[in-house]
């Protein structure tokens, strides 16, 4: 079975900051992971998608993410805030012959 | 192109009382699923469809039904609505399991 953990439910930053979201699997397959993210009273719409080519993953809106298969690691990252980056992110992981499994959810606020 | 449409946007229903919530993707999806948000919790599997006439339960089914008679719909039945339900409820549909799900907007339904 998979599973996903998302360290820190709520995550502050400067604009014009870093922006680190964590994100650790658990998966007995090569696994499908996911970073989507939810704005406010909305549904979800994917970031980006790690797919088993290349391990740094470039998504929309300038996130990208790396993973590290020894770490069991997907975590998300933006070199610089900005405001409009203030949403809740979620990571999720599929074995590709199961539904996304998703983590718990991290929300960014961004300070300006 | 409307993608997946959930309706309604808002319910709020009587302990006991039943309903359906209804989903739809124009985009011929084989797969389709249900997922439940609550705070702190992030999406849970509810069910789960990877075709017309075939359906399976995700991680919490207890109190809901579904169908799929056809790949354009997968509604779900609330049979005796419990305050427990009382949620946000998004529908979603991929061409595979482990390619980009497209989620509706979402139901917020309240039970008192």
């Known amino acids: 079975a998979q599973s996903v953990t998302q360290l820190g439910s709520h995550v502050s930053v400067s604009e014009g900051a870093l922006v680190l979201l964590r994100c650790n699997y658990s998966?007995?397959?090569?696994?499908?992971l996911f970073w989507y993210v939810q704005y406010p009273n909305q549904g979800l719409q994917l970031l980006l998608k790690?797919?088993?080519?290349?391990?740094l993953v470039k998504g929309i809106n300038g996130f990208e993410a790396e993973f590290k298969k020894s770490e069991t690691s997907f975590h998300l990252t933006k070199p610089s805030a900005h405001m409009s980056d203030a949403a809740e992110y979620f990571c999720?992981?599929?074995?590709?012959?199961?539904?996304?499994?998703f983590g718990k959810g991290t929300r960014l606020s961004v300070i300006a | 192109n409307a993608g997946v449409t959930q309706t309604p946007k808002f319910q709020v229903l009587k302990t006991g009382q039943s309903m359906t919530l209804q989903c739809a993707q124009d985009?011929?999806?084989?797969?389709m699923s249900w997922y439940r948000q609550d705070p702190g919790m992030g999406l849970r599997l509810i069910h789960y469809?990877?075709?017309?006439?075939?359906?399976d339960q995700g991680e919490v089914p207890n109190g809901y039904n579904v169908s799929r008679s056809t790949t354009e719909d997968f509604p779900l039945r609330l049979l005796s609505a419990a305050p427990s339900q009382t949620s946000v409820y998004f529908c979603?549909?991929?061409?595979?399991?482990?390619?980009?799900?497209?989620f509706g907007q979402g139901t917020r339904l309240t039970v008192v």
């Open positions: 999720a992981v599929s074995s590709g012959n199961t539904p996304l499994v």
């Open positions: 979603a549909s991929s061409y595979l399991l482990n390619t980009e799900a497209f």
């Open positions: 998966s007995s397959v090569p696994p499908y």
């Open positions: 985009m011929n999806h084989e797969y």
């Open positions: 469809s990877v075709g017309a006439g075939i359906t």
């Open positions: 790690y797919t088993s080519a290349a391990t």
